[in-house]
């Protein structure tokens, strides 16, 4: 199977005198699907390893916290 990954960050410099970088990473992962056959599950679909990290750090209480699970609850109800 053929993959591709693109990748984003929201500011691509970093400054190495500040004490703190932080950047937001987004990924997109496509497959070839006429290559689905191939070792495929159910529906000819290649079989799928998911693995979602949740930020659960006192910066992402409140509102941030519920943005990133209503993003992984809509994931999941893709699949």
Known sequence: ??????????????????????????????????MGAVGSGAGGRPPLNLCLILDHSGSMGGEPMRTVRQAAQGIVDRL
């Open 1 to 34: 199977m053929r993959a591709e990954i693109k990748w984003a960050l929201s500011d691509p410099n970093l400054n190495p005198q500040q004490g703190l970088n932080q950047r937001q990473l987004s990924l997109a992962l496509g497959a070839d699907p006429q």
